[in-house]
Every structure is written in C-alpha cells, then in structure tokens.
C-alpha cells in the first residue's frame, strides 16, 4: 500500500484507511473483539497505517478496542477519531461542535484510546447552531495543547468547510487539512461543490461508505432475497437500494465478471481513481475476509473504457452553476473561441462534464 500525503500537512497517511465503526457488537451487529483483531492485522500487514473511528461508535467500543490494538506502536498509526454527535440526548450540551461539547469528547476519546495525542481529530457533522469561529479557535486550541495534530471536517456544505478555512488561515489558526464525505458510485453528488472545493483549498477527500451499504457488491441486486425484502417506503429503499443504483450495481457485476475482480473490488477501484486519484476510501468491515477482499482493489487497475462504462451508468447532473457555466453557450460567452486554445491546469472533478 502507497501513502499520501494529508491535505496540505507532511503527514504521511496511507492510501486506504481502516473504518471501525463495525468494531464492536453493542449495537447488536459489527464484529466481536477478535476478528475485529483479525481485520486491524490484516489491514496493517498490508501497509495500512490509518485506523479510522469516532467517540460515539459502538458507544465507545470501537474506541477502546483501537487504543487496545495499537497500544504496543502508537507512534505508526495514524489514529483518527470524531466529535459532535450526542452522547446525552437530553442534554443540549451533550453533542454539538461547541468548545463544552469538544473539550468534553476530547478527553473521553483519549482515555478510551490510551493515547494523550489524536493524529487527526474530525468535526463529525456540521452543528449549525454553533458559530464557525468556535469551533476553530476550539480545535486550535488542542492543537497548540498538543492534544491533537491535525483536524478535519465531515459531512458538511462546501461553503462551510472553505469559510472555516479561509477565516482560519487569516487568523493563524489550524486550518482543516481534509474533508470525509458519504462518495460512491450510487453517491456523485459530491462532485458538485465538495471535490472542487477540497482541489482548490488542497484538502484530502476520504470517502465513507465506499460500496453504498453494499448496494455495489450485489447484496441487493434485483433477484435477491435482500431485495424483495424491501419495499418502496423503507428508508433503506429510498436511500441506496433503488432502481437507479441497482442498475449502476448491475453494471459494476459485469466489469468485474469481466476482469475477474469482485464487484467491491472495481467499486472501490473506480473511486481511488477520482479527483486524479485524490480519494482515499475508508474500508468499513465486518470480517477479514470482506476486509482482505476489499484490499484487493489495489491490485489491478480498471480499464478507459471500463471507468467510461461506470461514469455513464452513474452520471449525474452537476446542476447550476456546474452544468450552466460548462455549456458551449456560456463558454463561447466567457472565452470566446479560444477556451479549447489555452494551456491552463485541469479542471476540478466534475466541471466540465
């Protein structure tokens, strides 16, 4: 396994990363403590040196058994956790990206983890409620503490993460250095604002969710027993398993009958060649054996065509601004005729298309 580097940090970060929110069984499914074990091993033999959880995982479990697993070499890994979800619903201050809420989870995450530093310490969603300023004099403060290194952002709008950022490198304070989104094949939306922003501000792009809940393995295809055990009304139809995103799924089990691949492996063999090959995955398993499985999308590459295939069947509209300024009439406006003659950088992931 290569590494990269982490946004614009020296960091030096592995080129999948370990997801663990499936380490532990307190929410009455994920792995028991041994093959969670098994799957931290199998991922580290491979070159992996990012173990990704979050204070709230298997209320605290997953924590505990990453701290536990990596306690005899903490200096390798890369370990990144997560705050802002609430642990005390009837609690206001029980959740939220708040200094309370932040210096709270904090200390909770490095008890449970063993550690007195986090390499990589995320805001788990946008808290809309709490002014950005905050939250970033917040997380700079840990940062000088030496608490934590390095901070990032998931599940939030562009505009926030690049407010966050611009008011951060103004002030000198910690700017975030990458960004987690839900990206797959079924899921592009995120081409819209999200990679164009995380290429311009040079943030790192990890992707959770990288096979759709297992919509692009085939679990739901059409025939199956998982399917018909849906109907239309359930959240998980409406969400993942439609008619749109089995027929992308259909399509990713030809490749890969094709090139003799697992329908995970070409999944995940096309997102690592997004954004010029910027997106890092975040592998979430129940089993060694899945987690060995999905290791294997680095050992091939997909073909042109192959990469064509899967963008047609999974296109999506960039929607305005996106499509609006990428149409030949607004170009001819703009440029004239002469966009096609200039030497100018690539464009962002998703303009243009």
């Known amino acids: 396994m290569k590494n990269k580097l982490f946004g614009r940090t020296g960091l030096r970060v592995s080129e999948l990363w370990l997801g663990t929110m499936t380490f532990g069984e307190t929410w009455g499914w ?11 091993d199998a991922f ?16 605290g479990t997953s924590e505990k058994y990453v701290g536990e697993f990596t306690a005899s070499e903490r200096h390798r890994y890369v370990i990144s956790t997560k705050y802002t979800l609430s642990g005390r619903p009837d609690d206001p201050n029980g ?70 950022n611009t008011m951060a ?15 797959n094949l ?12 995380a290429k311009a501000l040079g943030l790192s792009v990890t992707a959770w969710s990288p096979l759709a809940g297992g919509v692009l393995t085939g679990k739901y295809g059409k025939e199956s027993g998982e399917a018909r055990r849906l109907t239309p009304d359930s959240p998980l139809y409406s969400a993942m398993v439609n008619e749109r995103n089995l027929t992308i799924a259909e399509e990713v089990l030809e ?8 329908p995970a492996q070409v999944a995940l063999n096309w997102l690592r060649r997004q954004s ?46 996106g499509d609006f300024l990428a149409s030949p009439f607004v170009r001819s406006l703009v440029y004239g005729g002469t966009f096609d003659k200039i ?6 992931a998703g303009i243009g298309r």
């Open 30 to 40: 994920g792995a028991s403590k041994a093959e969670s074990r098994r799957m931290f």
């Open 169 to 183: 490198m103004l002030r000198d304070w910690t700017p975030f250095a990458g960004i987690q989104v839900q990206y």
């Open 95 to 164: 959740g939220g990206s708040h200094r309370k809420s932040l210096v709270q989870s904090l200390e909770g995450s490095l008890k449970r983890l063993g550690t007195d530093y986090i390499d990589v310490y995320w805001v788990h969603a946008w808290d809309q409620l709490t002014p950005i300023e905050e939250t970033m004099r917040a997380l700079d403060d840990q940062v000088r503490l030496g608490k934590v290194l390095h901070v990032g952002f998931s599940d939030a709008p562009a505009w926030v993460v690049a407010q966050a």
């Open 186 to 197: 079924a899921e592009r939306t995120p081409e819209r604002e999200l990679l164009p922003m």
């Open 44 to 59: 580290v033999s491979a070159g992996g040196n990012c173990i990704d959880t979050a204070n709230h995982y298997t209320e």
């Open 255 to 262: 490749i890969a009958r094709v090139t003799g691949r697992t």
């Open 343 to 348: 030497d100018a950088p690539k464009e962002p």
């Open 276 to 321: 010029s090959g910027a997106v890092i995955p975040i592998l979430g398993c129940r089993s060694e054996a899945q987690l060995r499985d999905n290791l294997g999308c680095l050992d091939f590459e997909l073909s042109t065509d192959d990469i064509a295939q899967l963008d047609e069947v999974s296109r999506i509209s960039l929607g305005f601004p």
